[in-house]
C-alpha cells in the first residue's frame, strides 16, 4: 500500500511539474493533485494581481484534465480559502434614509416573505415578497396604516398572519387582506421574544414581567394563557423551541433553563447558569446543543445531551455592550453572531477550533451590522447595516448576502481581483478586466453573483454589458 502510494504521489508530482495536461486519474490521485496545486499557487503566486492572473489560470486550468467537476469544486474552495477570498457575496443592497432606518428583520418559514420594521418617526413594518432565483422583491406590503411603535416581529408558522408585538400587546395581522384579525395585552411591560411550537399549535411569549406565557395559537385562543410559568428573576431576551414538547428560555437573570411538557402541562427540567446576562439563544437543528450569547459578547454552547457548558474564544475583550445576537442556519452548517456592530460567520471547522485552542478566525462580514437572520432554506443572510458595502456612501441599508459558489479555480482567481477593484472603486480598470477576462465558462451560479454585485455597487451599465457578454 505504501509503494502504490508512492508511484501515485511521484506520478502526479512529475506531472504537475511539467504543468501538462493528462488522462483522468483516481481520485487518489485528485486528492494528491489538489494538495501540489494549492502548494504550487501559494509558492509561485502568493498574490493575485491582474498582471498575472492569465498565467495563473493557465496553470490551474491544467487541473481540469485529471480531477472529475465535483473535485474541482472542491480544490477552488480550497483556493479560495488559500486566497483569503471572502465566503459570502453581498448581492443586494436597498439604501434608506436616515429618517426612516431598519430595525428589525425577519424571514417568513418559508423563505418566500422578507419583513423589517422601520424606525421613523413612526415605527412600523413593510413586507416584501421575495423572489430567491432573481434575488428581488416581487410586491411590497406596508402596514403603516395599520400599527406603529412595533418592537418585535414574527411570521406564524403558516406564512398567512405576521405576528407583531406592541409594549405589552400581541397583534396578529392576516397579510392578503392586510388587516388586523387579533389583538390582546399579553404581558405587564414590553415583549421581547415570542416563539411557534413546530407543529404551529402553540406560542410563548415573555419580556419584562419574567413571566413565560403558553397560548392556544391554533384555536386562537388569546383570552386566557394555557399556563404561565414563572422562575426567572430578571427579563426574559430569548425563547426557542427544541421540539413541540421542550423549549429553552434565556434571560438577564443570567441562566438559560429547558420547559418539559408532562401531561399537558410545562415545567422546568434542566438550568445553566453562564453567570453573564443572556441576551440570545439559538438551538442547533440536531436538537443537541443550544448556543447562547450574553451581554460581555460570549458564545457559549450548552451541550444539552451531557450537559456541559463550552466557552467559544472569539476574541472580543472589554467591547461595550450594544446588542449580541446569534443564529444557526437551518442545514446545520454555520452559526452567525452578531456584536457591537460586527457580524461573525462561524464554520462547522471554525467552533472546533475556537473550542481547542485560542487561535479564532471566524469569518467577518465587511460592515457595521445590527440585526440578521438567515433564509429558512438556503445559506442566505439577510442583514441591517449603517452603511452600503466597502466604503459606499449611505447611512442604512437592506443587503442579502449569499454564500459564494466556485465552479473553478479561474472563478476564484477571478472574484479575487474583482472584487479588490470593488473595494478601490476602480470603474474603468474593472471595466478592462471584465472585458477582458469574463468567460462564458463560468457556473451560471457565477455570472449570476457578478451582474447582481455590480448592480449592488449601481454599475448598471456595466452589469447590462457582462449580461450580454456571459450570456446570460
Known sequence: MRILYLIITLYTSSLLAMECTVPLLSTYA???ATKHICNKL???YKIVTEENFKSLSALASNLLAYTTPEAHKKIAMKCA????IHPFWC?????YTN???LEHICW???GTYLAYTVYGPNRYCVINKWDIDTNKHTTQINLSHLIHQINFIMFDPNNRLLVVTKNGNIKIFNLKEQKEVNSWPAHNGNIHTLCFSPDGTHMISAGDDRVIRVWDYEHKLFEQPIQELSGHDSKITALKYINNDTFVSGSFDQTARIWQCNNGSFAETKRK????SISSLDVLPNKQLVAISNAEESIFLWNLKNDSCTSLNIGLHNNIFISTFLHWNRNNSHLAFLSNNNAQIFSPQDIIDCIQSSVNSPLYLPKRITSLTWHPKYNILATRDIHYPYGLSGKNSLSIWEEASYGSIQEVLFDRIFTHLLDLKRISRLTKFCRNHCSEQFSPEFKYALVSRLKTYNYTELAHEMQAQLNI
Do not use: G, M
Open 30 to 32: 485528485a486528492h494528491v
Open 99 to 101: 429618517a426612516n432606518h
Open 91 to 95: 448581492t443586494y443592497c436597498k439604501k
Open 81 to 84: 480559502d488559500l486566497y483569503n
Open 273 to 276: 447558569n453562564i453567570h453573564k
Open 108 to 110: 417568513s418559514t418559508c
Open 42 to 44: 501559494e509558492k509561485k
